[in-house]
């Protein structure tokens, strides 16, 4: 009988893209390919916020292929009843906000191209107010990324946060 070894060459590989299996199976984060174009998309809010309160939400854009993901787009859905108060994107990239007039956000960040083993960020920060006597609530913020050869669905993360009553 013959003994099987692993090349350390095969090896490695395997190791990284279990890796990055891994790393993309949580909500906070996707991953997704094209043409030798990975990208990952993460969404971090904090784990609480109080009613009324401004608090932060970063949204970031890995590029982690050997090419650059071209037309790179982020549309960002914060439900009702937060709102956003102000954006802070990456130089070279650019982002826009509506608020619902019953609460409720949508944030487009134009990411254009981000180069290979770059990353971008998005702060926004953002309030929401409960109803009085209103308790406490589950919220999900929503990011989906589309570029040439992403399609919407491909790349998408969510993470929640409690808002809590003051």
């Given at each position: ?75 960002v859905t ?38 290979s083993n ?49």
């Open positions: 009988m013959k003994d099987f070894r692993v090349s350390r060459f095969l090896l490695l590989p395997i190791l990284v893209f279990g890796v990055l299996g891994l790393a993309g199976c949580n909500d906070e984060n996707d991953i997704t390919g094209t043409g030798g174009a990975l990208a990952t998309l993460t969404v971090d809010t904090p784990d609480s916020a109080q009613s009324g309160q401004p608090f932060n939400v970063e949204i970031r854009a890995l590029a982690i292929g050997v090419t650059n993901v071209r037309n790179g787009r982020v549309q914060l439900p009702t009843p937060l709102t956003v108060t102000a954006l802070d994107p990456s130089a070279g990239t650019t982002a826009t906000f509506s608020n619902s007039a019953g609460g409720g956000a949508q944030v487009t960040w134009v990411l254009n191209t981000l180069d770059t990353q971008s960020t998005l702060q926004i920060t953002a309030m929401g107010v409960l109803a009085p006597g209103e308790a406490a609530r589950s919220i999900t913020v929503q990011a989906v990324m589309t570029a040439d050869g992403i399609p919407a669905g491909d790349a998408d993360a969510e993470d929640a946060l409690e808002l809590r009553p003051l």
